[in-house]
């Protein structure tokens, strides 16, 4: 395996299914562009005349569209940002913030990221979408589901004020989970 020698930049993008690594080579001499998603190649193109432009490609299991963007800043320096879904990279996790929870836990010696996403009411545990029942109950709903032979349910429960709108919360073996911070 070639060193990698034009590295230049380097994210960490959290989404439903993990957090995924993206890494990005730009040879500026050879006009060399290559772009790995978790270690695993994803573009590689050869002797490109023109430097700046954009690199597309898809992220996890949910093929969620990506863009490096390469822009000259001055002389031979390059700028690189990446985009999720059109939006800047800070941009897309402040809208994630809103729109999913996720709950980090260890059951049994194993770290599971669990992630709720609030729209779909989507349910994902280390990658993989989850068996689900919801149900409603007195004040609110509850989504079950198991991981590793633990029950599960995350309570949403309206927080009676407008601006906060539904609390979610994950309970485990009826232990409640804090939210993680990503």
Known sequence: LEKMTDLVAVWEVALSDGVHKIEFEHGT????????????????????????????????????KAAINIDAVSGFAYEYTLEINGKSLKKYMENRLKTTNTWILNLGGTDYRIVLEKD??????????????????????????????HSCCIKAVSSGKRKEGIIHTLIVDNREIPEAVE
Do not use: P
């Open 29 to 64: 001499t050879s006009g060399k562009r290559v772009v790995y998603v978790d270690g695993k190649e994803e573009i590689r193109r050869e002797w490109m005349f023109k430097l700046v432009g954009k690199e597309t490609f898809t992220v996890g299991a949910t093929k969620t």
């Open 120 to 149: 779909t009411m989507d349910v994902w545990c280390n990658g993989q979408k989850m068996e689900t029942a919801g149900e409603f109950v007195e004040d609110g709903t509850e989504t079950h589901f198991t991981v590793a032979d």
